[in-house]
T-cell receptor
Framework: GAVVSQHPSWVICKSGTSVKIECRSL??????MFWYRQFPKQSLMLMAT?????????EQGVEKDKFLINHASLTLSTLTVTSAHPEDSSFYIC???????????????FGPGTRLTVL | EDKVVQSPLSLVVHEGDTVTLNCSYE??????LLWYKQEKKAPTFLFML????IEKKSGRLSSILDKKELFSILNITATQTGDSAIYLC???????????????FGKGTKLSVIP
């Protein structure tokens, strides 16, 4: 249980194009999803927190107009990298927090990541 | 089927105790195993293990990988309340046919250290 998928797994695009990455919780509902970017030396940077039905909360330094996040349903959040540039090339990981209204949990379930390469 | 399994799911210990967290995995084209500590925000990177039998150490934390038995352990000695967190294990492996890697996380072990 608690499976999170991401699509696509790997995308290569030209500079200036936009790329959409999907994050889905397959067998549970997630009122909150998180988007991370992985940097060299394996560190993960939290980019934004996405709540179903409301605007995402972006971390300091993350451009909200560049990284558009939509969380339209309890099982789907999308991250769109607009006008991608080579410096946006990275590994993007999402996670989802299980939404049990009686017993909420802090546990996040991570997706497998999406490798973005911008040429 | 889970590729990365962590145990136990949850653990409560007293300050000063030593704990061992387990992570077993089953992937092909294994590249490395990573340990993270997650508190409020993004998981904090702890260790990356690529070779069997070589212990990595950082203060009271240490970790080792067994590539034959496909598991890793994370040890924390003389635990403190500040060690309370969710500890995540992730395995990096080559995504077949694509030349890219995937990172699969386990579901984590929640460690609570009480005074």
């Amino acid at each position: 249980g608690a499976v999170v998928s991401q699509h696509p797994s790997w995308v290569i695009c030209k500079s200036g194009t936009s790329v959409k990455i999907e994050c889905r919780s397959l067998d549970f509902q997630a009122t909150t999803m998180f988007w991370y970017r992985q940097f060299p030396k394996q560190s993960l940077m939290l980019m934004a927190t996405s709540n179903e039905g409301s605007k995402a909360t972006y971390e300091q330094g993350v451009e909200k107009d560049k990284f558009l996040i939509n969380h339209a349903s309890l099982t789907l959040s999308t991250l769109t990298v607009t006008s991608a540039h080579p410096e946006d090339s990275s590994f993007y990981i999402c996670s989802a927090r299980y939404a049990d209204r009686v017993f909420p949990t802090d546990t996040q379930y991570f997706g497998p990541g999406t490798r973005l390469t911008v040429l | 089927e889970d590729k990365v399994v962590q145990s136990p799911l949850s653990l409560v210990v007293h300050e000063g105790d030593t704990v061992t967290l387990n992570c077993s995995y089953e992937v092909t084209n294994f590249r490395s195993l990573l340990w993270y500590k997650q508190e409020k925000k993004a998981p904090t990177f702890l260790f990356m293990l690529t070779s069997s039998g070589i212990e990595k150490k950082s203060g009271r934390l240490s970790s080792i990988l067994d590539k034959k038995e496909l598991f890793s352990i994370l040890n924390i000695t003389a635990t403190q309340t500040g060690d309370s967190a969710i500890y995540l294990c992730a395995v990096k492996y080559l995504f077949s046919g694509a030349g890219s890697y995937q990172l699969t996380f386990g579901k984590g072990t929640k460690l609570s250290v009480i005074p």
